[in-house]
Protein backbone atom coordinates (compact mmCIF):
# COMPACT_ATOMS: atom_id res chain seq x y z
CA UNK A 1 0.00 0.00 0.00
CA UNK A 2 1.45 3.51 -0.58
CA UNK A 3 2.48 5.39 2.19
CA UNK A 4 2.94 8.93 2.39
CA UNK A 5 4.42 10.26 6.00
CA UNK A 6 4.96 14.12 5.93
CA UNK A 7 6.64 15.61 8.53
CA UNK A 8 8.35 19.38 9.80
CA UNK A 9 4.77 21.26 10.14
CA UNK A 10 4.84 23.53 13.66
CA UNK A 11 4.74 27.18 14.55
CA UNK A 12 6.53 29.80 13.15
CA UNK A 13 7.13 33.73 13.55
CA UNK A 14 6.14 35.53 10.28
CA UNK A 15 9.19 35.92 7.99
CA UNK A 16 10.69 32.82 9.08
CA UNK A 17 11.58 29.75 7.75
CA UNK A 18 10.35 25.62 7.90
CA UNK A 19 11.16 22.79 5.72
CA UNK A 20 8.64 20.06 5.20
CA UNK A 21 9.57 16.36 4.18
CA UNK A 22 7.22 13.72 2.90
CA UNK A 23 8.53 10.10 3.46
CA UNK A 24 7.17 7.97 0.27
CA UNK A 25 7.10 4.24 0.34
CA UNK A 26 5.61 1.28 -1.54
CA UNK A 27 5.49 2.50 -4.99
CA UNK A 28 8.21 3.32 -7.70
CA UNK A 29 8.78 7.37 -5.99
CA UNK A 30 11.70 7.61 -8.70
CA UNK A 31 9.32 7.38 -11.93
CA UNK A 32 6.42 9.97 -10.41
CA UNK A 33 5.78 13.15 -10.27
CA UNK A 34 4.49 14.50 -6.91
CA UNK A 35 3.27 17.82 -5.43
CA UNK A 36 2.24 19.73 -2.58
CA UNK A 37 -1.28 20.83 -1.48
CA UNK A 38 -2.44 22.88 1.06
CA UNK A 39 -5.83 23.57 3.22
CA UNK A 40 -6.14 26.48 5.19
CA UNK A 41 -8.55 25.95 8.70
CA UNK A 42 -11.84 25.42 7.60
CA UNK A 43 -11.52 26.37 3.96
CA UNK A 44 -10.69 24.77 0.59
CA UNK A 45 -7.76 22.99 -0.98
CA UNK A 46 -5.24 24.89 -2.60
CA UNK A 47 -2.57 23.41 -4.75
CA UNK A 48 1.25 24.90 -4.13
CA UNK A 49 3.79 22.85 -6.37
CA UNK A 50 4.59 20.18 -8.42
CA UNK A 51 8.28 18.49 -9.43
CA UNK A 52 8.69 16.34 -12.21
CA UNK A 53 10.55 12.56 -11.91
CA UNK A 54 13.92 13.65 -12.14
CA UNK A 55 13.41 17.00 -10.48
CA UNK A 56 14.21 19.10 -13.97
CA UNK A 57 10.68 20.95 -13.91
CA UNK A 58 8.89 22.34 -11.52
CA UNK A 59 5.97 24.70 -11.35
CA UNK A 60 3.87 26.65 -8.42
CA UNK A 61 1.32 28.45 -7.71
CA UNK A 62 1.95 32.11 -7.88
CA UNK A 63 1.45 33.45 -4.32
CA UNK A 64 4.40 31.44 -3.60
CA UNK A 65 6.73 32.34 -6.32
CA UNK A 66 9.90 33.17 -4.95
CA UNK A 67 9.26 32.29 -1.19
CA UNK A 68 8.57 28.23 -1.67
CA UNK A 69 11.07 25.68 -3.19
CA UNK A 70 10.28 22.18 -4.37
CA UNK A 71 12.76 19.39 -4.41
CA UNK A 72 13.03 15.74 -3.86
CA UNK A 73 15.67 13.15 -3.23
CA UNK A 74 15.42 10.04 -5.39
CA UNK A 75 17.47 7.78 -3.03
CA UNK A 76 16.10 8.53 -0.24
CA UNK A 77 12.37 8.23 -1.58
CA UNK A 78 11.52 11.89 -0.52
CA UNK A 79 9.66 14.97 -1.08
CA UNK A 80 10.60 18.26 0.49
CA UNK A 81 8.76 21.89 0.56
CA UNK A 82 11.56 24.47 1.25
CA UNK A 83 9.15 27.87 2.76
CA UNK A 84 10.53 30.93 3.28
CA UNK A 85 9.50 34.46 4.08
CA UNK A 86 6.22 33.07 5.20
CA UNK A 87 3.05 34.96 6.18
CA UNK A 88 -0.20 34.22 8.27
CA UNK A 89 -2.47 33.30 4.91
CA UNK A 90 0.49 30.15 4.63
CA UNK A 91 -1.12 29.23 7.73
CA UNK A 92 -2.50 25.05 6.48
CA UNK A 93 -2.80 21.78 6.84
CA UNK A 94 0.07 20.84 4.34
CA UNK A 95 -0.88 17.96 2.01
CA UNK A 96 2.13 15.44 0.11
CA UNK A 97 0.29 13.88 -3.05
CA UNK A 98 1.49 11.86 -6.01
CA UNK A 99 0.39 12.37 -9.24
CA UNK A 100 -1.62 10.00 -11.44
CA UNK A 101 0.80 8.85 -14.36
CA UNK A 102 1.99 11.97 -15.66
CA UNK A 103 -1.08 14.16 -15.39
CA UNK A 104 -1.19 16.38 -12.40
CA UNK A 105 -4.50 14.25 -10.54
CA UNK A 106 -3.77 13.92 -7.03
CA UNK A 107 -4.19 9.96 -6.75
CA UNK A 108 -2.36 9.36 -3.58
CA UNK A 109 -2.40 11.72 -0.02
CA UNK A 110 -0.50 11.76 3.17
CA UNK A 111 -2.42 12.70 6.07
CA UNK A 112 -0.94 16.02 6.24
CA UNK A 113 1.37 18.44 8.10
CA UNK A 114 -0.34 21.42 9.92
CA UNK A 115 2.04 24.82 9.51
CA UNK A 116 0.98 27.67 11.70
CA UNK A 117 2.53 30.97 10.93
CA UNK A 118 1.86 33.52 14.09
CA UNK A 119 3.79 35.57 16.38
CA UNK B 1 -6.20 30.85 -13.71
CA UNK B 2 -8.71 28.85 -14.45
CA UNK B 3 -11.67 29.74 -11.89
CA UNK B 4 -13.94 26.50 -10.81
CA UNK B 5 -17.65 27.13 -9.83
CA UNK B 6 -19.21 24.62 -7.78
CA UNK B 7 -23.07 24.03 -6.96
CA UNK B 8 -24.44 24.20 -4.57
CA UNK B 9 -22.18 25.13 -1.69
CA UNK B 10 -23.90 22.77 0.65
CA UNK B 11 -26.18 20.19 0.05
CA UNK B 12 -28.43 18.35 2.34
CA UNK B 13 -29.87 15.00 1.54
CA UNK B 14 -31.41 11.47 2.61
CA UNK B 15 -30.01 8.27 2.52
CA UNK B 16 -30.85 6.38 -0.64
CA UNK B 17 -31.44 9.90 -2.76
CA UNK B 18 -29.91 10.63 -5.76
CA UNK B 19 -27.01 13.66 -5.42
CA UNK B 20 -25.73 15.97 -8.33
CA UNK B 21 -22.82 18.35 -8.12
CA UNK B 22 -22.18 20.98 -10.67
CA UNK B 23 -18.86 21.96 -11.17
CA UNK B 24 -18.48 24.79 -13.70
CA UNK B 25 -14.67 25.77 -15.37
CA UNK B 26 -14.50 29.86 -16.26
CA UNK B 27 -13.08 28.46 -19.51
CA UNK B 28 -13.00 25.32 -21.18
CA UNK B 29 -10.92 22.30 -20.32
CA UNK B 30 -11.58 19.21 -22.09
CA UNK B 31 -12.24 16.62 -20.08
CA UNK B 32 -9.28 17.66 -17.63
CA UNK B 33 -10.77 17.47 -14.55
CA UNK B 34 -10.92 15.05 -11.60
CA UNK B 35 -13.44 14.88 -8.33
CA UNK B 36 -12.04 14.03 -4.75
CA UNK B 37 -14.13 13.03 -1.56
CA UNK B 38 -12.70 14.74 1.75
CA UNK B 39 -14.58 13.36 5.15
CA UNK B 40 -13.93 15.38 8.20
CA UNK B 41 -10.41 15.39 9.52
CA UNK B 42 -9.12 13.21 6.66
CA UNK B 43 -6.99 13.89 3.94
CA UNK B 44 -9.09 14.40 0.64
CA UNK B 45 -9.38 10.72 -1.57
CA UNK B 46 -9.46 10.61 -5.46
CA UNK B 47 -13.24 9.58 -6.87
CA UNK B 48 -13.31 10.48 -10.24
CA UNK B 49 -10.34 11.09 -12.97
CA UNK B 50 -10.62 12.49 -16.89
CA UNK B 51 -14.25 13.81 -16.05
CA UNK B 52 -15.68 10.22 -15.53
CA UNK B 53 -13.21 7.51 -15.29
CA UNK B 54 -14.11 5.85 -12.10
CA UNK B 55 -10.66 5.36 -9.37
CA UNK B 56 -9.64 2.06 -8.64
CA UNK B 57 -12.17 0.92 -6.01
CA UNK B 58 -14.63 3.83 -5.61
CA UNK B 59 -18.00 2.74 -5.55
CA UNK B 60 -19.76 2.40 -8.55
CA UNK B 61 -22.92 4.56 -7.24
CA UNK B 62 -20.39 7.47 -7.99
CA UNK B 63 -20.18 8.76 -11.27
CA UNK B 64 -18.90 11.77 -13.22
CA UNK B 65 -19.49 13.53 -16.64
CA UNK B 66 -19.05 16.57 -18.43
CA UNK B 67 -16.70 18.18 -21.37
CA UNK B 68 -16.14 21.95 -21.65
CA UNK B 69 -16.52 23.92 -18.77
CA UNK B 70 -19.57 22.17 -17.38
CA UNK B 71 -19.45 19.11 -15.68
CA UNK B 72 -21.13 16.65 -13.06
CA UNK B 73 -20.46 14.27 -10.13
CA UNK B 74 -23.62 12.24 -9.32
CA UNK B 75 -24.13 9.68 -6.49
CA UNK B 76 -26.80 7.15 -7.88
CA UNK B 77 -28.22 6.46 -4.52
CA UNK B 78 -26.74 8.53 -1.33
CA UNK B 79 -25.40 5.70 1.80
CA UNK B 80 -24.37 7.63 5.11
CA UNK B 81 -20.82 7.17 4.68
CA UNK B 82 -21.09 9.84 1.88
CA UNK B 83 -21.09 12.39 4.23
CA UNK B 84 -18.13 14.54 3.34
CA UNK B 85 -16.92 17.86 1.19
CA UNK B 86 -16.77 17.05 -2.32
CA UNK B 87 -14.59 19.12 -4.50
CA UNK B 88 -13.97 18.93 -8.41
CA UNK B 89 -10.29 20.12 -10.01
CA UNK B 90 -9.00 21.01 -13.22
CA UNK B 91 -5.42 19.99 -14.47
CA UNK B 92 -5.76 21.78 -17.98
CA UNK B 93 -2.75 23.94 -17.50
CA UNK B 94 -0.99 25.77 -14.42
CA UNK B 95 -2.16 26.92 -12.07
CA UNK B 96 -4.17 23.61 -10.81
CA UNK B 97 -7.10 25.07 -9.40
CA UNK B 98 -10.02 23.53 -7.05
CA UNK B 99 -13.46 24.35 -6.78
CA UNK B 100 -15.08 25.74 -3.54
CA UNK B 101 -15.64 22.26 -2.32
CA UNK B 102 -19.74 21.27 -1.84
CA UNK B 103 -20.27 19.75 1.42
CA UNK B 104 -23.21 17.25 1.51
CA UNK B 105 -25.10 16.61 4.52
CA UNK B 106 -27.05 13.49 5.02
CA UNK B 107 -30.70 14.27 6.70
Known amino acids: EVQLVESGGGLVQPGGSLRLSCAASAFPFSNDWMSWVRQAPGKGLEWVASIKPDGSDKYFVGSVKGRFTISRDNVKNSLYLQMNSLRAEDTAMYYC????????????WGQGTLVTVSS | DIQLTQSPSFLSASVGDRVIVTCRAS??????LAWYQQKPGKAPKLLIHTASTLHTGVPSRFSGSGFGTEFTLTISSLQPEDLATYYCQHRYTYPITFGQGTRLEIK
Open chain 2, 27 to 32: QGINNA
Open chain 1, 97 to 108: ARLLGGVTTFVD
